[in-house]
């Protein structure tokens, strides 16, 4: 779902990159509109600030994408091929993926209509909380509360410490990570009677403490998360509660928001969210029976990071944990220095060592042994300043370049088994 802010650049960026290896036929854009922004506690229509004959607008919200699913059709023609489910995510988050398969296998066997995938929250952490509400009526839905309204409710409700921690040293309140698995057929019929309408809400952010005054215009808004307040008693809404670490690491902040970040709080940035992909995959590998050097502290753009083996793979190889421990055996080892590139489904890592760097690729016919020790100067990552003009955006936000001293690669793309021995 785009705007009008982001639509030209996204089918630029779409197209420069031929749809990332899709077809284009994949790839549906569904731009919502902008309504009118109100720029005081009077809803006095705010001027555009570029031309005063105009009205200020802004995006209605992410709730918008229901409507415009409805409104679209493409929910019927993927019926009508087949799909079963429908997953929500935000564009931010890298690590959702690999959270995602546990989380489908949930929904199929709870049944769920809904599932919102969280993440263990501190008490009074800023983010949203699943709850089931209930009713002075005995009526009750499970939905987020977002965490500026979790603790007034909470206190309003007969909990007079709010939310507070319980002796898991958690909020009994799941994070609420904004990730959403919805069945298909029930969604289609409950669209069919709201047409995708998600209750509005206005959220002004006020100057000061008088609350007479906005930093900025406001509008009227809808979150994706309030579908589930359309639903009937009936519907069944669950969640799944990951570990942050395979589940939850946005990248939302700039390099200089990000540096201002204080020290032992997530800096959700470009750095932090390349990072907390490769602490993933070497804790699932270690999972797996591989010896993984633990990681050191380093410094880019202000933000004190861990870094972790550089090891990525695709999905083809190891989707879910299970196939990635079928693919290791014997005793493996990676140094913390050390980089490895996965690309093939047949490709199998047996008592290797690997101090270096390590870059495998195969087909889906070809089935690839590694094994043995592999050591090279490998990947260095060299600091960049993000001030540095010279340097290309997308090397500044990320905090380093990798400069390629030596490595070991292997392309087996005709059918047949081969062994990678160095």
Not at 36 to 45: G, K, S
Not at 221 to 245: I, N, S
Not at 271 to 276: D, I, K, L, R, V
């Amino acid at each position: 779902m785009t705007s009008d802010d982001t639509h030209t650049r996204i089918l630029q960026l779409l197209e420069s990159k031929n749809y990332f290896g899709m077809k284009q036929s994949q790839v549906t854009l569904l731009k919502q509109e902008k309504v009118a922004c109100l720029d005081d506690n009077d809803a006095r229509l705010a001027q555009d600030p570029q031309n005063k004959y105009r009205i200020q607008t802004k995006p209605h919200g992410h709730g918008d994408v229901h409507s415009l699913l409805y409104s679209s059709g493409i929910l019927d023609i993927w019926h009508a091929g087949g799909i079963k489910w429908v997953l929500f995510f935000q564009d931010t988050n890298g690590l959702l993926f690999k959270a995602i398969p546990a989380s489908l296998g949930v929904s199929s066997i709870r049944q769920f209509h809904v599932n919102s995938l969280a993440v263990p929250r501190r008490a009074k952490e800023a983010m949203g909380g699943i709850t089931r509400l209930t009713h002075a009526d005995g009526r009750s839905m499970v939905i987020n509360v977002e965490y500026n309204q979790l603790d007034p409710l909470l206190r309003s409700s007969g909990y007079p410490d709010g939310d507070a921690n319980c002796e898991t040293g958690y909020s009994p309140f799941p994070g609420n990570i904004n990730q959403l698995i919805l069945e298909l057929d029930p969604y289609i019929e409950e669209l069919r009677k709201t047409g995708g309408a998600i209750k509005e809400f206005i959220n002004p952010k006020y100057k000061d403490a008088s609350r007479t005054s906005f930093k900025s215009s406001t509008r009227l808004e809808c979150m994706m998360q309030d579908y589930p307040k359309t639903l009937p008693p009936t519907a069944r809404v669950g969640f799944t509660v990951m570990d942050k670490w395979l589940a939850y690491a946005p990248v939302k902040n700039n390099p200089e928001d990000a540096a201002k970040v204080p020290k032992g709080n997530p800096y959700h940035s470009a750095t932090s969210g390349e990072m907390a992909i490769y602490r993933a995959n070497s804790l699932i590998l270690r999972e797996a029976g591989v010896k993984v050097d633990d990681p050191v502290i380093q410094v880019f753009n202000g933000q004190e990071v861990e870094v972790w083996p550089r090891i990525v793979w695709k999905p083809k190889w190891g989707l879910i944990f299970s196939h990635v421990k079928k693919k290791v055996s014997g005793s493996c080892s990676i140094t913390q220095k050390s980089s490895m590139v996965i690309d093939g489904n047949g490709i199998f890592i047996h008592s290797l060592s690997l101090d270096g760097t390590l870059l495998v690729k195969s087909s889906d016919e070809a089935e690839v042994k590694v094994e043995g020790k592999v050591q090279n100067k490998g990947w260095a990552m060299e600091k960049v300043d993000y001030k540095d003009t010279s340097v290309p955006e997308e090397i500044r936000i990320r905090g380093f370049r990798i400069n390629k001293l030596e490595q070991l690669e292997a392309t087996h793309n005709e059918p047949g088994k081969f062994s990678l021995k160095p």
